[in-house]
Antibody, heavy 118, light 111 residues
């Protein structure tokens, strides 16, 4: 069964690093034309693309977040991860891991709420 | 890169048809047929309803259809049903400074 599941702390202190992992099951990382992505959605707002990683390890980031974001891949564990450094309250959101294929998101994780607060 | 513009809300009675617009620029909707639409119920992840402007994934009701003219894409829901009440977001590939841009979102209400 195709499934993506986010995991990580639900509460992060300001100025610290947000770290999330996405576990992928039932689908191959190496499918052509697939990009593994992180998308976030602040409360009451629309989604925002954070960045993508290809199975080769190539990454693409939203320029507005690029200086603070790292996305990495662990094919042996079927996981990919997100790190956002120096977080502020503006980083509070539901974070989704997902798959983009042929320029649309066809698979979404359930999402995990991350709150930035002291 | 600014978000694509959608009306904040659209409503209709059961059985009616409604259309949600999504306006972008020549850097995104106007230049690429990579517009997708997502339905999101409260507390749930978005669900793909339309890809590549017109294509309906397997399992999505034929009551949902997509179109595009110039820099504006549209999602039409015909035969509106109570279960269609949700938020809807468009998304487009873009040659702007981000790869993908989402819409501002439209809340659909069934009266």
């Amino acid at each position: 069964q195709l499934q993506l599941q986010e995991s990580g702390p639900g509460l992060v202190k300001p100025s610290e690093t947000l770290s999330l992992t996405c576990t992928v099951s039932g689908v191959s990382f190496s499918r052509d034309n697939s990009y593994w992505v992180w998308i976030r959605q602040p409360p009451g707002k629309g989604p925002e693309w954070i960045g993508s990683i290809y199975f080769s390890g190539s990454t693409f980031y939203n320029p507005s977040l690029k200086s603070r974001v790292t996305i990495s891949l662990d094919t042996s564990e079927n996981q990919f991860s997100l790190r956002v450094r120096s977080v502020t309250a503006a980083d509070t959101a539901v974070y989704y891991c997902a798959r983009i294929v042929y320029q649309h998101v066809d698979l979404w994780g359930l999402g995990t709420l991350v709150t930035v607060s002291s | 890169q600014s978000a694509l513009t959608q009306p904040a809300s659209v409503s209709g009675s059961p059985g009616q048809s409604i259309t949600i617009s999504c306006t972008g620029t020549s850097n995104d909707i106007g230049d690429y047929n990579y517009v997708s639409w997502y339905q999101q119920h409260p507390g749930k992840a978005p669900k793909l309803m339309i890809s590549d402007v017109y294509n309906r994934p397997s399992g999505v009701s034929s009551r949902f259809s997509g179109s595009k003219s110039g820099n504006t894409a549209s999602l039409t829901i015909s035969g509106l049903q109570a279960e269609d009440e949700a938020d809807y977001y468009c998304m487009s590939y873009t040659s702007g400074n981000t790869l993908y841009v989402f819409g501002t979102g439209t809340k659909v209400s069934v009266l």
